[in-house]
Structure formats: structure tokens, C-alpha cells
Nanobody, 120 residues
């Protein structure tokens, strides 16, 4: 079983919405943060959003604040990223990731990504 499995990507028009899902049931190590980062061709990895496990607080990149919402279903070991008002610059491969070292959302484990393309 893959530790972190991301799904839900696709092609969407600008202004549209997508909901990404991450199945983390296969991830057996303890982690302090779980969330998403993205990487577009030729660009550096960008942290998108994170949930800090110890207090449930959430962190968002400035570029997605007010548009994206991260949530977690503890019983199902699922993490979601609701993405609204998508822009072409949101186009990237999105990865579900964890931070096993501390509550800084400095991801050190991730699974296969899911492609998000925002284009008309």
C-alpha cells in the first residue's frame, strides 16, 4: 500500500474548482504536519497548505489564501484540499506530504502527485 496517495487532479477552466484528496492510511510513521505542496515545470517547490497535528492549526501560502481550504478526516485518515477560483498559475503537480520531524510543515515525505491544469 502506498503511504500517501493523492487524487482528484484534472483540467479545469480559470475560476473553476477542484477537490484534491490524500489517502494517508498507509503512512505508519508519526507525523507532525500533513498537507500539500506543488511544483510547476521549471519552478521551485511551493508549500501550499498544511495542518499541524498537535493543535489542528492550518497554514496557507499567500498565493492561495482565501481560495484554498485544507481539511482532514481523522477517522478515514484522509486529507483534502478544496481549491476554488483557480488561476492558470495554480497549474502544477500537487503532492500530499508529511513532516515527521516537527510541526513546521517542512515536508520530508510525499507520495506521487496529481496534475492540476488550469486553462481555458
Amino acid at each position: 500500500q502506498e503511504p500517501l496517495v493523492a487524487s482528484g487532479g484534472g483540467l479545469v477552466q480559470p475560476g473553476g474548482s477542484l477537490r484534491l484528496s490524500c489517502a494517508a492510511s498507509g503512512f505508519t510513521a508519526d507525523y507532525y504536519g500533513i498537507g500539500w505542496f506543488r511544483q510547476a515545470p521549471g519552478k521551485e517547490r511551493e508549500g501550499v497548505s498544511c495542518i499541524k497535528i498537535h493543535d489542528g492549526s492550518t497554514v496557507y501560502a499567500d498565493s492561495v489564501k482565501g481560495r484554498f481550504t485544507i481539511s482532514r478526516d481523522n477517522t478515514k485518515k484522509m486529507v483534502y484540499l478544496q481549491m476554488n477560483s483557480l488561476k492558470p498559475e495554480d497549474t502544477a503537480v500537487y503532492y500530499c506530504a508529511t513532516d515527521t520531524r516537527g510541526p513546521k510543515c517542512d515536508y520530508n515525505y510525499w507520495g506521487q502527485g496529481t496534475q492540476v491544469t488550469v486553462s481555458s
